[in-house]
């Protein structure tokens, strides 16, 4: 058995001292308000080795700021991973980004296009999960005045180096317990962080793979027959 849980709270209590300056008016940690449906994730699906681990960027807004997990579209969480747990509001709350668990009447796009690929071709998550598994690099949600989401790169330099220290550590923690043969970087950022915490013992191997963000063109024209077609070609799936 694996244990993700320790280090996954290890990440959790170092991003939770971070403070961030404008343009950030707000940050969500749903490792703190949503630690409920993460750990069962974490316990659920990752206590094995996996073959292949899928890395993302941050949580979309009405993905794993709702529900805790990676990716995670609320019809995806509670019909096909089955995680109903508690979720909590995060102090403070943006008025214009209400935290409402897997009742978020909206639906996170990014989520549903990848755990829909994850359904059709694996059929239940079991399936997955016998050596897939999905993260997010960074656990943090960061918000403008009008609620806007704020990406990574609009931190100032010194805010971001603080952010990446426990992130980069979490997932070197991560991959040492999960020893994966694949690295798949849902887009160009997450391959990235693949890169800089991988050494030249490590003899995984690092596949960038379209991000299903419908602010991508490419996603919107080739989901998902571009990201099968890169896997497939990986060696990844067959």
């Not at 949580?59 to 508690?86: C, H, K, N, Y």
Request: hydrophobic share 40%; charged share 20%; aromatic share 10%.
């Amino acid at each position: 058995m694996t244990d993700l849980v320790t280090p996954a709270a290890a990440l959790r209590d170092a991003v939770d001292a971070l403070t961030f300056g404008p343009p950030v008016a707000c940050t969500y940690n749903p490792l703190n308000y949503a630690w409920a449906p993460h750990a069962t994730y974490l316990t659920r699906y990752g206590a094995t080795p996996k073959r292949v681990v899928f890395l993302g960027m941050n949580p979309g807004p009405f993905g794993m700021a709702q529900t805790g997990v990676p990716f995670g579209e609320i019809a995806a969480v509670r019909d096909w991973l089955r995680i109903s747990d508690t979720v909590t509001k995060p102090i403070p709350e943006h008025p214009k980004r209400p935290v409402t668990g897997l009742s978020c009447p909206r639906s996170e796009v990014s989520g549903r296009r990848l755990w829909g690929l994850f359904s059709e071709r694996f059929g239940n998550p079991e399936n997955f999960f016998h050596d897939h598994f999905v993260l997010n690099y960074c656990p943090l949600v960061w918000m403008s005045t009008t609620g806007a989401n704020l990406t990574p790169d609009k931190l100032a330099a010194a805010e971001r180096d603080a952010v990446e220290a426990p992130c980069r550590a979490h997932l070197r923690a991560v991959l040492d317990i999960l020893q994966p043969e694949h690295l798949v970087g849902i887009g160009a950022y997450a391959a990235k962080k693949f890169s800089e915490v991988t050494t030249p013992t490590d003899t995984w191997k690092i596949t960038q793979m379209l991000h299903p963000s419908p602010a991508s063109p490419a996603a919107n024209k080739g989901w998902p027959s571009e990201p099968i077609r890169t896997l497939e070609t990986a060696g990844i799936w067959k």
